[in-house]
């Protein structure tokens, strides 16, 4: 329980809570690790703010290796060098789908006229010009890490290309680019959620192929601790 008090997933989210936290975020880093040892996975695709959950995966790998003999492989994480993504609401913080505010997130299905008003409601600063500096000027910079991830550019060209712009007008640059890049992406969605029989399958043949890979797995584990 110590580890998993200093684990962001609690400090994080317990923090904005007024009943101090629920059990769910405890359970969440351990049901993560599971299911990463569970497929004997070797390398996992993650954000920064997963690391050390991660690391915790690791070590439960390295006591069971330690106790029952080598069996689980140390996974190796796989970092998006891609800059973290934060609430346009309060660009101190990261970016989250559970946020209370609905203008702080951006969501895959958001509407073209939603995307721009979060974006117009973004919170910047006093200062006009269009700067990279994530220290003094976090808002008007998450702006510009969203505008490099969607477009594929690095933050020193997005700066150049918005020289003479206003935070105003850049804000609609922003969204302009956001709204493109989103759009193939709906219109996916929206083609597949109308298609509920499809959807299913897929889902079905999913949950057979993980039960098909996991299960041999998972009788290991239990006649190794002497579960069968």
Not at 129 to 137: A, G, H, K, L
Request: glycine share 6%.
């Amino acid at each position: 329980m110590p580890r998993l008090l200093h684990l962001p997933q609690w400090k994080v989210k317990s923090a904005g809570s007024k009943s101090g936290g629920s059990v769910g975020l405890f359970t969440y880093p351990v049901l993560q690790a599971a299911d990463i040892l569970l497929y004997k996975t070797t390398h996992v695709p993650i954000g920064e703010d997963q690391i050390q959950h991660l690391e915790l995966t690791k070590d439960i790998a390295r006591i069971f290796n330690n106790r029952y003999g080598e069996f689980f492989p140390i996974p190796k994480e796989i970092l998006n060098s891609a800059k973290k993504i934060r609430s346009l609401r309060d660009p101190t913080s990261k970016m989250s789908k559970s946020d209370v505010q609905p203008l702080a997130t951006i969501s895959i299905t958001d509407s073209p006229d939603d995307i721009m008003l979060k974006f117009r409601k973004a919170v910047t600063d006093f200062t006009s010009e269009v700067t990279f500096d994530p220290e003094s000027r976090p808002g008007v910079s998450n702006l510009i890490a969203v505008h490099a991830a969607v477009t594929g550019q690095s933050t020193e060209e997005i700066v150049h290309q918005s020289v003479g712009l206003d935070t105003a007008q850049y804000k609609a640059v922003v969204a302009d680019a956001v709204i493109q890049k989103l759009a193939p992406i709906r219109s996916e969605i929206h083609r597949l959620t109308s298609e509920r029989g499809y959807l299913c399958s897929i889902l079905t043949h999913g949950a057979d192929r993980a039960k098909e890979m996991a299960s041999p797995v998972f009788h290991d584990v239990k006649k190794l601790i002497g579960l069968s």
